[in-house]
């Protein structure tokens, strides 16, 4: 005995997606069967709708219905400088931060010789090419984890970038706003140390 | 600086599903936005497969493509025993078991004051309704938890069921297999010694 094969469908196809095991996944799929008011519907016209909606911004590679994006096409942000990031989620938490003016452009991924993503597979190519096209940009912003994915994308640009007139920098690491030192691993403090500035 | 409206949604809708916050749906609908090899596409077909190929039974409330369900359907299955538990993954994980040899009945849910949610809410008045239509049934074993819901539950069976002629088990609560006295609550203990037996 086991669930019916749409059941099993449905559940296999949920536990694709990134921190869903098959455990919360039947649990999904049990929600959606048990759901009233046409949740189902909206869960389909919800997924074709950011399917045939959503689009990939061709500068910054990030996604917005219109192409160039809203970051993109706004002319009052500072276009000498571009900020790199992995994800999508990680530009909306800067620009929640509210403090840059620049641009960006989404990598899509990191480097990792582990897990086999090598250049191609994320967006650096695209990066390259749009400072190698666009002579306004002066500053190019690493704002990528301190893990050794974040180290290896940001050892390959600083090779692949060197051709070019334009200061390659990285976010600070260091002891977060709100964070105890008594906590913090030794790494941490080590950055925070050696990234100490004058008051 | 947010989403995109269709982003926004998909989030929305996806965070309505059990056991996901903002964050993991947001996680969720970029890996959609990301994903290769028509992985939307077959996400789509498969909930509206489920939405259009998996019924109740009208038996046991179970989800199926036929009904009468399969359990229900099989004439070598005890049908004088109705073992009820409070969600049709609960069903699947006692088959997996491999030693019950009855049938079922699915309440959709637990009896919960605290929630709200009473008699009318779950499979209650259908279960009543098939003990008093069905002449075969002599036992029902209650397959709940034991916490306040599977207690609550467990008492209003009690009561509704007095006054049919059959049986009214629950199944044993105390030490799980593999599991460590030490570690063990106290009521789990107090339950495990209350239903000891000879050996």
């Known amino acids: 005995m086991q669930y019916a094969e749409p059941i099993l469908r449905l559940i296999k196809a949920l536990s694709t997606l990134p921190g869903i095991g098959?455990?919360?996944a039947s649990r999904m799929t049990l929600f959606i069967l048990n759901a009233k008011g046409g949740?189902?519907?909206?869960?389909?016209?919800?997924?074709?709708?950011?399917?045939?909606?959503?689009?990939?911004?061709s500068v910054c590679m990030g996604f917005s219905e219109k192409d160039?994006?809203?970051?993109?096409?706004?002319?009052?942000?500072?276009?000498?400088?571009?900020c790199v990031v992995c994800d999508y989620r990680?530009?909306?938490?800067?620009?929640?931060?509210?403090?840059?003016r620049g641009r960006y452009h989404i990598?899509?991924?990191l480097l990792s010789?582990?897990?086999?993503?090598g250049p191609d597979d994320i967006r650096l190519g695209e990066l390259v090419g749009r400072i190698r096209s666009d002579g306004a940009i002066k500053e190019i912003i690493l704002a990528t984890a301190f893990d050794a994915e974040g180290e290896a994308t940001a050892h390959y640009l600083k090779k692949a970038l060197n051709r070019f007139d334009l200061r390659l920098t990285r976010i600070a690491s260091g002891v977060p706003v709100g964070g105890?030192?008594?906590?913090?691993?030794?790494?941490t403090l080590g950055r925070a140390m050696e990234g100490r500035r004058e008051i």
Chains 1, 2 share one sequence.
């Not at 949740?39 to 911004?57: F, H, M, N, P, Q």
């Not at 160039?68 to 571009?82: E, M, T, Y």
């Not at 990680?90 to 840059?100: F, Q």
């Not at 010789?113 to 993503?117: A, D, N, R, S, V």
């Open 22 to 24: 098959e455990k919360t």
């Open 39 to 57: 949740y189902a519907e909206e869960l389909i016209s919800s997924i074709k709708d950011v399917r045939d909606r959503v689009r990939r911004c």
């Open 68 to 82: 160039p994006c809203r970051i993109c096409a706004d002319a009052s942000r500072d276009a000498a400088v571009v």
């Open 90 to 100: 990680d530009m909306i938490a800067l620009e929640a931060a509210g403090t840059y």
């Open 107 to 109: 990598l899509h991924g």
């Open 113 to 117: 010789p582990l897990k086999g993503i």
């Open 180 to 187: 105890h030192i008594e906590y913090m691993d030794p790494s």
